[in-house]
């Protein structure tokens, strides 16, 4: 009987932890729940290059341009190859640039895999406006964490009103590109 509470102790504590783990990588952090839609477009605008642009509205006159670009190497996707994607977040107060924040990363895929082969990140923050947190990252595709991804999130606060206000920019490849 004490052998079996101590199993069952130790398998629910393997099961939680790994219960509690496996959420805080795979969330997807580019829509938060008070963050609006305001407007998406998508379009090619080469054979192997693909441009989407969303609007999202951060409340208090405050809004996100996110522009993600696809840029396939060997075209349209395919079973295998390279993709490079780009994603710039442009926070602004009304028209005025407060925040851009810009991830890259290049990605190798085989239809089983995805691999960050390259990344790069860089945030701008213009007067009137203070970095409260930088933080990026990046990894492989897996069986737990499906996507590769590469991602920075990005906290101001506006040094007039003392409000935070967050930006996340995220490129993704998938097995199959």
């Not at 999202?56 to 696809?70: H, K, R």
């Not at 930088?134 to 906290?155: C, F, H, K, P």
Request: charged share 20%; hydrophobic share 35%; glycine share 6%.
């Amino acid at each position: 009987m004490k052998i079996c509470k101590k199993m069952s102790a130790v398998i629910l504590a393997l099961v939680l932890s790994l219960s509690l783990c496996i959420p805080a990588f795979a969330s997807d952090t580019s829509v938060s729940a008070n963050q609006n839609i305001i407007s998406h477009s998508e379009e090619w605008i080469a054979q192997n290059k693909r441009m989407e642009v969303t609007v999202y509205d951060l409340g208090n006159g405050f809004t996100a341009t996110e522009t993600i670009t696809d840029e396939y190497v060997s075209g349209v996707q395919r079973a295998s190859g390279t993709k490079t994607q780009t994603s710039t977040v442009e926070i602004k107060n009304k028209s005025v640039v407060a925040a851009t924040i810009t991830v890259s990363g290049t990605f190798s895929y085989d239809g089983s895999k995805a691999e960050v082969v390259k990344s790069s990140y860089s945030r701008t923050i213009s007067s009137g406006y203070t970095e409260d947190q930088w933080a990026t990252g990046e990894r492989d595709s897996s069986l737990l964490m499906g996507d590769a991804l590469v991602n920075a999130i990005l906290i101001i606060k506006h040094d007039e009103t003392g409000r935070t206000y967050t930006g996340t920019a995220q490129v993704t490849c998938s097995k199959n590109g």
